[in-house]
């Protein structure tokens, strides 16, 4: 299958593109991260990925920030909510509905997140998003399943992928 896979960062993306060609999809990394804050950032895991991308031998397509649109659909009235709030859960609407957009634009046949392999995030939550969404082509994998997230730490060390120290957006900024 023709995977759209979303890429958060290039370490969560490690483990997901792995276990998507193990599994004999053929996978492109969909970087669409409009929340990250601030640009520096943006690039410096932008970079990451493009950096992961070599490495696996997997397609990129990067989709290129609006921060004002996250800010006005996402953030706006929802700026004081804590990490793991109703903010995260808009922001991952925002992020799933961008990359079905573009699995549907660019004739993927499915699409899924990298976002499930973090252990600090909600995977039922973001599933079942993504299945809402998804039209019935959301591929459903919660890649923190079978020490996922280690294998992923494992492979940023391997491949040497910056590892960022907040989610990304200046709300989850410590």
């Known amino acids: 299958m023709n995977v759209l896979l979303h890429t958060c960062c290039g370490p969560c993306a490690s483990h997901c593109v792995w276990v998507l060609k193990t599994l004999g999809h053929k996978v492109t990394m969909f970087y669409s991260n409009a929340n990250i804050w601030p640009p520096e950032e943006f690039a410096r895991r932008r970079e990451g990925v493009e950096k992961l991308a070599r490495l696996t031998k997997t397609e990129l397509i990067v989709d290129e920030p609006d921060n004002a649109a996250w800010e006005e659909t996402v953030a706006k009235g929802f700026e004081t909510e804590p990490e793991r709030g109703a903010r995260c859960a808009r922001c991952f609407r925002f992020n799933l509905s961008r990359t079905?957009?573009?699995m549907n634009t660019l004739d993927f046949?499915?699409?899924?997140?990298?976002?499930?392999v973090s252990p600090y995030k909600p995977s039922?939550?973001?599933?079942?998003i993504g299945r809402e969404l998804g039209e019935g082509r959301f591929l459903e994998e919660n890649f923190k399943k079978k020490n996922?997230?280690?294998?992923?730490?494992?492979l940023s060390r391997e491949y040497g992928l910056y590892r960022q120290q907040y989610c990304g957006c200046r709300y989850s900024i410590r």
């Open 148 to 154: 996922g997230y280690l294998h992923s730490l494992e």
């Open 109 to 116: 046949e499915a699409f899924t997140t990298s976002l499930t």
């Open 124 to 128: 039922p939550l973001i599933l079942g």
């Open 100 to 102: 079905r957009d573009a």
